[in-house]
């Protein structure tokens, strides 16, 4: 009999409350109860998170409905007849509730939302560089480059001594050429050149991978006493220069570190510092 009267009181309460409970989104709210089962019927106008309250002390505070199943809990498409499946009896337990009011909650949800990507913008990097290699041939110069997710740079590094470039002769590591010894003066010379280009790969806001590849020219040279270069072949690497690196960005300022060879017999360190700005 407990039973019985909490149901009954509990649908009449459903079906006078829930004319009180419609709004603008939620509208054409209808109860029926089936034993201890409450199927709440209702339009939605607009796409919307629904909740669905309820109240046992007239109104002054309102709990979640609790085992609910159906459209209720989450994301509800707009149209008729959305249906909520409530064990009343499961949720409430036996009692003799005098009132019991709903209120629906919904949030409006956004259709086709286009979720925001972040805007990589395009840098344009200028560096100075020094270099140094195992052979002791420093090397001066400037590399230049732009990067948005991936990019290109190009570099121009010397040392400011261009004996090594068309020497006479090439040398062994004594200093003979063939079978022939020149006869030398005390005076050597440290080439270095190369004119490189290669990518660059964004790996964030402040890191970059860099890699190249061009032309190199590390030369030893020793002069003879007719004022002739001879190149010593056995400390001298003409030919192909790849490098790889990293660049880092501090705000506008750029720090690049490269590793370089010349045909992965001479090795070059080098060190770039420089400003870099985006591009509008």
């Not at 979640?64 to 209720?72: E, F, L, N, P």
């Not at 060879?261 to 090795?267: D, P």
């Amino acid at each position: 009999m407990k039973t019985r009267r909490f149901l009954t009181t509990l649908l009449l309460i459903i079906g006078a409350q829930a004319l009180v409970a419609q709004q603008d989104n939620v509208t054409n709210i209808r109860a029926v109860q089936n034993d201890k089962m409450v199927t709440i019927t209702y339009d939605l106008k607009v796409r919307s998170e629904v909740r669905l309250l309820i109240s046992i002390d007239d109104g002054q505070n309102y709990t979640d409905t609790m085992k609910v199943t159906g459209y209720i809990n989450r994301v509800v498409p707009a149209g008729k007849n959305r249906t909520i499946r409530w064990q009343a009896f499961n949720n409430l337990g036996y009692g003799d509730y005098p009132e019991i009011r709903f209120k629906f909650i919904t949030k409006e949800a956004q259709q086709n939302q286009t979720p925001k990507v972040k805007r990589i913008p395009k840098i344009t990097f200028a560096t100075v560089n020094g270099a140094y290699t195992n052979t002791q041939n420093p090397s001066a110069g400037f590399t230049i480059g732009q990067v948005q997710k991936f990019g290109w740079f190009a570099s121009v590094m010397s040392g400011f001594n261009f004996a090594g470039l068309a020497p006479a002769a090439t040398s062994d590591a004594e200093g003979f050429v063939g079978e022939i010894l020149p006869f030398y003066k005390d005076e050597y010379a440290h080439t270095a050149l190369s004119i490189m280009g290669g990518g660059v790969m964004r790996l964030n806001d402040m890191m970059y991978l860099k890699a190249g590849v061009g032309f190199g020219n590390r030369s030893l040279s020793w002069k003879t006493l007719d004022d002739r270069w001879v190149r010593n072949g056995a400390y001298s690497a003409v030919g192909v220069d790849v490098s790889a690196g990293m660049m880092f960005r501090f705000g506008g300022f750029v720090l690049s570190l490269d590793a370089v060879t010349t045909n992965f017999k001479i090795f070059e360190g080098k060190v770039g510092l420089g400003y870099s700005f985006e591009n509008r």
